[in-house]
């Protein structure tokens, strides 16, 4: 019953022709069947109907004055908008030539004049069928393509998610292992040399038991984003965990003395901005301090990501130990 409405009572049909008789009796025919049918005496108006509504299927003939069915197909084939609609031509012209070329100009059918009602009705029949069927695989396909995006998109976002910390978006530790291990490859296999960097944010108990740990979350962002930006896009930085971060800064040969340099400096500025913006707002009542180990990787290094890690985490805490002394001479 569903497909019976679909091909009759919801389908519009455009009849042109540029005898009276044949529109009304065609018109009748389809119309016994339920079609909603409409009629065009020319080329012109055919062409402006079919544009104002575009119907489901048209019946053209061949022989008119003005235009012939050749031209309004052709015209109707070569638009994007209307090049999908099927035509069955109805005409007298019987010799095959007739039919090849209308095949030719992308007509879906050729009927020839006298023509008999049940083979005009199973004709439209099919060809509506062939339509419907054409456009629901058209709609599935959508439908398919749509349903791959979103699960593409989901599968990222999946991955992304559990190879990135959620509180700062930098690299988790997992994430960061999982790159860092195909750096030191290359920088093996290239003879490149490369650094470890490993950076721990000072004070940042004190900063959760004076002033809270949402404040302590906040401050352990500012590191992530002071990092992020004091390093290039190419350098690998993560959050390990807590207030430790790592980074891999691939294809390198400075010192460590500039890298100090440089986290020391984005640590003024931000230092700066945060004490001109303290009369005014609370939500960063603290000073960022952040303790730095670096350990290079010469071209024909064979140490382990782990064991980098290790002496560059040595090295970080020997720096903190000296900032401890530094502030506390008596201890």
């Not at 409409?38 to 080329?43: D, E, P, V």
């Not at 456009?135 to 998109?153: P, T, V």
């Not at 296999?189 to 490993?198: A, K, P, Y």
């Amino acid at each position: 019953m569903t497909n019976l409405l679909k091909t009759t009572a919801t389908t519009n049909i455009l009849i042109v022709d540029d005898t009276p008789d044949n529109l009304r009796l065609l018109a009748k025919m389809l119309e016994s069947q339920g079609y909603t049918v409409r009629k065009s005496l020319n080329g012109r108006m055919a062409l402006q109907a079919v544009h104002r509504d575009p119907p489901d299927l048209i019946l053209l003939d061949i022989t008119m004055p003005g235009m012939n069915g050749y031209e309004i197909c052709q015209q109707l084939k070569s638009s994007e908008a209307t090049a999908s609609i099927p035509i069955i031509f109805i005409s007298a012209l019987d010799r095959i030539d007739d039919k090849v070329r209308a095949f030719e100009m992308g007509a879906q059918d050729y009927i020839i004049k006298p023509f008999q009602e049940l083979e005009v009705l199973i004709r439209v029949k099919n060809q509506l069928l062939i339509q419907q069927q054409r456009q629901q695989l058209i709609e599935q396909n959508q439908r398919l393509a749509q349903e791959i995006q979103e699960r593409l998109k989901a599968e990222a976002e999946v991955k992304r998610l559990s190879l990135t910390d959620e509180l700062t978006g930098l690299y988790n530790r997992r994430g960061f292992f999982l790159l860092a291990e195909q750096q030191l490859k290359i920088a093996q296999r290239t003879q490149t040399s490369c650094c470890i960097l490993f950076a721990d944010l000072d004070g940042l108990k004190q900063i959760n038991d004076s002033l809270g740990h949402d404040v302590g979350d906040r401050a352990i962002v500012d590191a992530a984003q002071l990092l992020k930006h004091t390093f290039r896009d190419a350098d690998i930085v993560a959050r390990l965990g807590g207030d430790e971060f790592v980074v891999l800064i691939p294809v390198y040969s400075d010192n460590s003395k500039n890298f100090h340099a440089r986290i020391q400096t984005s640590l003024d500025c931000f230092n700066q901005q945060s004490a001109l913006q303290s009369a005014s707002k609370s939500d960063r009542p603290y000073q960022l301090s952040i303790s730095v180990g670096v350990q290079f990787c010469a071209p024909n290094h064979e140490s382990s990501l782990d064991a980098l890690l290790v002496q560059a985490d040595k090295l970080m805490y020997d720096q903190k130990r000296l900032k401890h002394q530094m502030s506390h001479p008596s201890v």
